[in-house]
C-alpha cells in the first residue's frame, strides 16, 4: 500500500462468476478515465460470497483481461471477513463512513443478499462481492459503496477529489 500514498484508491472486493461481474467493465472506464490524474483502481479477488471466484490469481487475472480489458490492478485473491481477513480490510472496514445503497430496490437486493452471506457476522463486514471503497490521497477512507452502485454513480466523488 505504501506505493498507493499520494494516490486517489478504489479498492473493490471482486468475483468472477457473479452478478455483478459485469461492473468491471464501469471500474475500467473510471480507470481509464481517471487514472492520468491519481486514481488507482485496487481489485482484490474474493471467494467467500457463493464461491464465485473460484480460479486461481492466474485464471482470475486471464478472465478479467480478456473478458472486460482490465489494466488496473489486480491483487491476490483474499478474505475481506473473519479470522483471515486481510489487514487492509480490517483497515477499511473500520474506518469507512456508512455504505451507501441507493434507491428501495438495491436496499432490497442486498437484505437479500446479506442473507446469503455466511461470511458477514458483524455490522461492518462486508456483505457481498463488489463493495467498493474510495480511499483520498491521505489515506482517509471516505466513501463505501455496496455492491448494487455501480462505478459511473461513484465518478461525481472520484471528481470532487481529484
Not at 24 to 51: A, I, R, T
Not at 133 to 159: H, M, Q, W
Amino acid at each position: 500500500m505504501a506505493e498507493m500514498k499520494g494516490k486517489l484508491m478504489l479498492i473493490v472486493n471482486t468475483a468472477t462468476g457473479c452478478g455483478f461481474t459485469p461492473q468491471y467493465e464501469g471500474l475500467e472506464k473510471l480507470y481509464e478515465s481517471y487514472h492520468d490524474k491519481g486514481l488507482e483502481v485496487l481489485d482484490f479477488p474474493c471467494n467467500q460470497f457463493g464461491n464465485q471466484a473460484p480460479g486461481d490469481d492466474a485464471e482470475i487475472h486471464q478472465f478479467c483481461t480478456a473478458k472486460y480489458k482490465t489494466q488496473f490492478d489486480q491483487l491476490a485473491k483474499i478474505e475481506v471477513n473473519g479470522e483471515n481477513e486481510c489487514p487492509v480490510y480490517t483497515y477499511l472496514k473500520a474506518n469507512s463512513p456508512a455504505e451507501r445503497v441507493d434507491g428501495i430496490k438495491n436496499k432490497a437486493i442486498m437484505k437479500s443478499v446479506e442473507k446469503l452471506s455466511k461470511s458477514c457476522k458483524a455490522e461492518n463486514d462486508i456483505k457481498w462481492n463488489f463493495t467498493k471503497f474510495l480511499v483520498d490521497r491521505e489515506g482517509n477512507v471516505v466513501g463505501r459503496y455496496s455492491p448494487t452502485c455501480a462505478p459511473k454513480d461513484i465518478e461525481e466523488d472520484i471528481k470532487k477529489i481529484l
